[in-house]
């Protein structure tokens, strides 16, 4: 299969044949790289394709049968000029069945639109001519209909007689008449007339898309460039889908120019597509993608890593597309007002509450993460069993939430942390929500308010870097703006912001995305163009694309040999890896609607391939708790902290039943763990911290309380929040593994016996305690 | 010296129209089609067919706190849009291919002009044809049951003729029953509404969200009000209906006022303020019905005023509602349903006089489910699937907790 697909993508280029491919593919019921969520999501497009044409099939067969002219089916759908006689034959039939000439000639017209037979229908006009009969209104305007939606060529003079004719009869024209005739007149020379009625449609209301698009591919087709590059922008801005017909006419008309002017003319257009974060169909890309290779580039089809920003294809790395300061600050006063105010403060808050927040705003801003406890609160798949228990969900959901703040101040030590929290969760499992509060601020909004709008807010006041820690898509706030510009621009800054958690058991945080998807030139040499493209199977106009097209400058890309080398090696590499698969089938059950987790489609060979080669000496062991661990995405691997890795996760399979052990175990480690060696272990740390979460909660259901230290968070405090009284021990490791990380592996297996006997001894003395208080 | 004159009225339009925008409006007869429109009618389609100029003046402020965005530019006044929407009409008359109706009225053709969009307009303009013709069939169809009706009465008049002496029971014979009119029914129903007014507990709708909706909410909202308004009467231990921040200008007030022509009536049973309700009612009693707070009403209050917001949000689910609830600081709650109802599909704000019924139904038998029964439509519920043992273990439950609860109720 895999080479199957590296064929369909070096060598079909057309769209629709591409797509079709890919479609039968799917039938067959091979997996389709690069994830398997993909190729379902095609099958479910292509059978709704099939359910929406059924549809139509049956809208056009009811119509068909209540039609006058159904002897004369054959006719209307053959594409010719019909003798005179026939037409008398045809007028005849049909004032049987209607009333008067002119409702038959009407009837007549109404036919040929059906059929959308240009040709038959400027045959018709000229046969009224003939017998000089005069064509009504009606039937004019819906010749200019199909004028503006066939495709076929048709006679010029037709058109320019009707237009002509109609413009006079009828004295005020409205906006479907206007937008008929705009379209009918693209079709022929004297397509400048069109820019009259384009002003008329302005002063009447909003200009349709479909009026940018024929003056568009008019413009092009006459070689108007001015005209056609200015009409092209306002075509954008209307957030049309529909730009194969005008790519196709920018193709025809790059062919007319030189090379170096054909050059700049398609890097362009491409400016033109990052600029308004326009995004091609598969219909559209197939002539731009000829074009290019026209003009001498490398074209691919490719997907790009979800995390990393690489392209699979060249390995070049996409980037952050700018946002300048002054369109933030416009975009955080307009989200002030239109999302959060939204003209009454009471809907969404108080203005007692929002006070209380702009103080907590300036005081303590700027924040470098700012968390929606709810939404990471409750996304964590446990066994069903636990759910209905309100008491241990409530403590489970805050230890999720704990375990996202452990995570993200374990990557960022100096990270400052905001949690927008509701009053209800202030109820929640007391010793985890108090930790929470010395790890970071809480902010408490009341039951009744909407806290999403207050987080945006908190990281827009923080500036362009701050992380928001969110799986919601934030689609309703987007749409509150009402401005198409905002809305780009906050579509842009939420990729950039935005970071969800996986849907996976225990949580994780998916690492933030490194570039915004539009297209956008290479940032090595500035030649290379990426263009991202809609392959049919996103769902929503919010969605975004996940595949597409690398342009590489021939000069600089790689010769094909060494394209094919690596791709090979790419492919095994992939082959030997579970975790691909597994993360794969993770993302499949994980139906949820964070824009993350649906461009995390797995298979990230790129940076985690090397993570993965460790992993069959694992799984030969049997350890199934490294399975979980190895789809973690790792930032750097190399041997020793694999080995090392593998030791700890045996131990921790060895200790499992022993919660006692285990939890004495985990306090030392974490207290070494934490404090020394963060940047050298960032897993084996890992490690520590979820085995010290459950060792933490262990530890409160058997002693019943601990102490809780309450205070300013120090690396030092974050540890000592584990030790009761009792079990307290010195931290003797932590000078040791400073020096020479590799010791720790050594150190910690001649330790267990100690900490066995140690352990006991405490559980030993802690059940004593229990015993002779309960006395 | 047709084509010259056609050309010629042709540009005075074009002129009249685009340049100068406060022009007086030539509209063409809405009745005739393109093709009518010769020189011999042209000096009447100018003089006689100026728009009517008392647009009324309503129409502007609606254009003001529309919330719907036309495609129609703003900058054009009422009359040029007047003039646009015919043109439309015409041509889709012309084409014969969307449905229109033959002839339309002075708000209909207010109503098209506001509607956003042409599809939109395309929409109302099939369903005014619909109405149309339905309204020609349903008066065939009288005519003909009007005869077969008189048929059957002359053969009865026949049969009695030729009948014995002998008293015969029957319709249209003797009868042991007083006959009770309608007028008799409708005096016994307004007695309990008297009745109410005096000694019953009153309840408000809150008529201050009229900048909120649109027109075709507003127009929903003044049939919904109209339903409770019947439906109290038929209960017998009705409410005492308070309209509070009813401002009579307002467009909600107005369409209110045309679904139900006597409530302004001084004798009518409904009692009207302008004023908002807490200066009417205490706060304390007051409880305001909203179905995003977190609250629910576990038993209906005898002692409390409850208020039920006019708002009926067709196209958002924006809690403007608990906002008005928040900044008054009135108590709020809502009803329980996800106590006693395994909600399916469907959106928890209920309709006005569904709400309303459930309030009437609890307040007069104490049962919630009872009420919920009858007024909630069953197709919002979840129907456990045949063989789903985890679903209908769980209705098992529900039942006995909400048996259990009625009963409760029933003790206090």
């Known amino acids: 299969m895999r080479v199957f697909w590296c064929k369909v993508y070096g060598k079909v280029f057309n769209g629709n044949l591409f797509h079709g491919v890919k479609l039968n593919a799917t039938n067959f019921g091979w997996k389709f790289s690069p994830g398997s969520t993909i190729s379902a999501q095609n099958r479910l497009f292509s059978y709704s394709c099939t359910a929406a044409q059924k549809a139509r099939d049956r809208e056009t067969e009811i119509l068909r049968k209540y039609s006058h002219f159904l002897q004369y089916e054959s006719v209307f759908q053959e594409k010719h000029e019909l003798p005179s006689e026939k037409w008398e034959e045809i007028m005849q039939h049909g004032l049987q069945k209607s009333s008067n000439t002119e409702q038959c000639i009407t009837n007549i017209m109404k036919e040929c639109r059906s059929s959308n037979n240009l040709k038959l229908a400027s045959s018709f006009l000229l046969y009224l001519k003939e017998i000089s009969h005069e064509p009504t209104t009606g039937c004019l305007a819906l ?105 196709l006419a920018f193709a025809n008309y790059c062919t007319t120019l030189e090379k170096e002017d054909r050059k700049t003319a398609v890097i362009r257009f491409l400016q033109l597509l990052h600029k308004w974060q326009v995004f091609l169909d598969l219909e559209s890309l197939g002539p731009l993608s000829d074009l290019l290779k026209e003009v001498g580039w490398d074209v691919t089809m490719t997907t790009v890593n979800t995390y990393s920003g690489r392209c699979r294809s060249c390995g070049n790395i996409m980037d952050f597309s700018p946002i300048s300061p002054d369109t933030f600050t416009s975009l955080r006063k307009a989200f002030l007002e239109k999302v959060l105010k939204r003209g009454d403060i009471y809907v969404n808050s108080s203005p007692e509450e929002w006070q209380h927040f702009d103080r907590l705003l300036t005081v303590h801003a700027p924040f470098t993460h700012i968390l929606d406890g709810l939404n990471i609160a409750y996304r964590s798949s446990g066994p069903a069993h636990q759910r209905s228990k309100m008491l241990q969900q409530n403590r489970r959901m805050a230890a999720n939430l704990l375990s996202i703040v452990e995570q993200i101040i374990s990557d960022h030590p100096s990270a400052k942390l905001l949690i927008v929290c509701r009053a209800h969760m202030a ?185 993965s080669s460790g992993l069959p000496h694992l799984n030969s062991r049997n350890c199934s708790i490294m399975e979980d661990e190895a789809n973690e995405p790792i930032a750097h691997v190399d041997e020793k902290y694999s080995s090392a890795r593998r030791v700890q996760s045996n131990r921790v399979l060895k200790e499992k039943p022993h919660s006692v052990f285990d939890k004495s175990i985990v306090e030392r480690k974490t207290s070494a763990g934490i404090t020394s060696l963060k940047d050298q272990f960032p897993v084996v740390k890992k490690n520590y911290r979820k085995t010290g979460v459950k060792g933490e909660n262990s530890l409160d259901a058997e002693t019943g309380s601990y102490v809780v230290k309450k205070g300013s968070r120090k690396t030092n405090d974050k540890t000592d929040y584990l030790h009761d009284g009792d079990l307290k021990q010195p931290n003797t490791q932590s000078s040791d593994t400073k020096k020479n990380p590799r010791n720790i592996k050594k150190k910690k297996e001649k330790e267990t016996p100690d900490e066995f006997d140690d352990a006991k001894k405490a559980a030993l003395k802690n059940k004593l305690n229990n015993l002779l208080r309960g006395l | 010296m047709k084509a010259v004159l056609r050309t010629a009225l042709t540009r005075t339009f074009m002129r009249s129209y685009f340049d100068c925008p406060r022009a007086p409006c030539t509209a063409f007869p809405s009745t005739r089609p393109f093709s009518s429109i010769s020189p011999a009618n042209v000096r009447q389609l100018v003089t006689c067919y100026q728009a009517p100029r008392s647009v009324p003046s309503l129409l502007n402020a609606r254009y003001k706190n529309s919330w719907t965005q036309s495609d129609l530019a703003s900058t054009l006044t009422e009359e040029e849009k007047m003039t646009l929407v015919k043109a439309e009409y015409e041509l889709y008359r012309a084409e014969e291919e969307t449905q229109v109706p033959s002839s339309l009225t002075e708000n209909e053709w207010e109503e098209l002009a506001r509607l956003p969009g042409v599809s939109r307009r395309k929409k109302y303009l099939r369903f005014l044809y619909l109405n149309e013709m339905k309204s020609i069939n349903d008066k065939k169809k009288k005519l003909e049951r009007r005869k077969i009706s008189e048929a059957k009465y002359q053969q009865l008049q026949v049969e009695l003729k030729s009948e014995s002496a002998h008293i015969s029971y029957g319709l249209w014979r003797n009868s042991m029953f007083i006959k009770w009119s309608d007028q008799r029914v409708n005096t016994v129903d307004s007695h309990r509404v008297v009745q109410a007014k005096l000694f019953g507990q009153p309840i408000i709708f809150d008529y201050d969200f009229d900048e909120k909706m649109v027109a075709r909410e507003k127009k929903v909202l003044g049939t919904q009000v109209a339903e409770c308004i019947g439906m109290n009467r038929q209960y017998l231990d009705p409410f005492y209906i308070h309209f509070c921040n009813f401002r009579r200008e307002e467009e909600s007030a107005q369409l209110t006022i045309k679904s139900v022509p006597t409530l302004t009536n001084e004798d009518f049973l409904v009692d009207l303020h302008p004023d908002n309700f807490l200066e009417v009612f205490p706060r304390e009693k007051l409880v305001y019905l909203t179905p995003h707070c977190r609250e629910e009403v576990r038993e209906f209050d005898h002692d409390a005023v409850y208020i039920i917001g006019g708002l009926v949000d067709l196209r958002s689910d924006e809690p403007f509602t608990l906002a008005k609830a928040k900044r008054q600081r009135i108590k709020m709650q809502k009803l329980p349903l996800d106590r006693y109802l395994d909600w399916g599909t469907g959106r928890k704000s209920l309709t006005l006089n569904q709400i309303f019924g459930i309030l009437l139904e609890a307040k007069q038998h104490g049962s919630w489910t009872k009420a919920f029964a009858k007024y909630i439509p069953p197709r919002k519920l979840l129907k456990p699937q045949y063989g789903d043992a985890e679903a209908i273990k769980k209705k098992m439950r529900q039942k006995h907790t909400s048996r259990y609860s009625v009963e409760s109720l029933f003790k206090d």
């Open chain 1, 143 to 247: 010749f200019m209909d199909i004028c503006s939606q066939s495709q076929e060529e048709c006679d010029e003079a037709t058109i320019l007689s009707t237009y002509d004719e109609l413009s006079k009869r009828v004295p005020v024209q409205s906006m479907p008449l206007l937008v008929r005739m705009i379209g009918a007149l693209c079709r022929t020379s004297h397509w400048q007339q069109s820019h009259q009625l384009l002003q008329t449609i302005k002063k009447i209301g909003i200009v349709p898309s479909e009026v940018y698009e024929n003056m568009t591919v008019a413009a092009f087709c006459s070689g108007d460039t001015k005209n056609a590059w200015q009409l092209l922008c306002q075509l954008m801005n209307t957030q049309s889908k529909k730009f194969q017909r005008v790519v």
């Open chain 1, 427 to 611: 109820k929640w499992h007391l010793p985890t929500m108090s930790r929470l509060h010395d790890l970071a601020h809480c902010h408490y909004l009341t039951d009744l308010s909407g806290d999403d709008s207050f987080i945006l807010y908190a990281a827009l006041y923080s500036g362009i870097d701050c992380k928001i820690i969110t799986s919601d898509q934030l689609r309703n706030h987007a749409s509150r703006l009402q401005d198409a510009e905002l809305q780009r621009v906050f579509k842009l800054w939420q990729q950039r912001a935005q970071q969800a958690t996986k849907f996976a058991h225990p949580i994780q945080l998916q690492p933030p995305r490194k570039f915004t998807t539009t297209s956008q030139p290479c940032r090595s040499d500035g030649l290379s163009w990426h263009i991202p493209y809609n392959d049919g199977s996103l769902e929503t106009s919010y969605d975004l694309p996940r595949t597409w097209l690398c342009a590489r400058h021939v000069s600089r890309s790689k010769s094909l040999d060494e394209l094919h080398v690596s791709r090979s090696k790419a492919s095994s590499a992939r082959h030997v890896s579970r975790s691909d698969d597994l993360s794969e089938r993770h993302v499949s059950r994980s139906d949820d609607l964070s824009v993350g987790a649906r461009h995390a489609t797995g298979g990230d060979m790129d940076e985690y391939g090397l993570a």
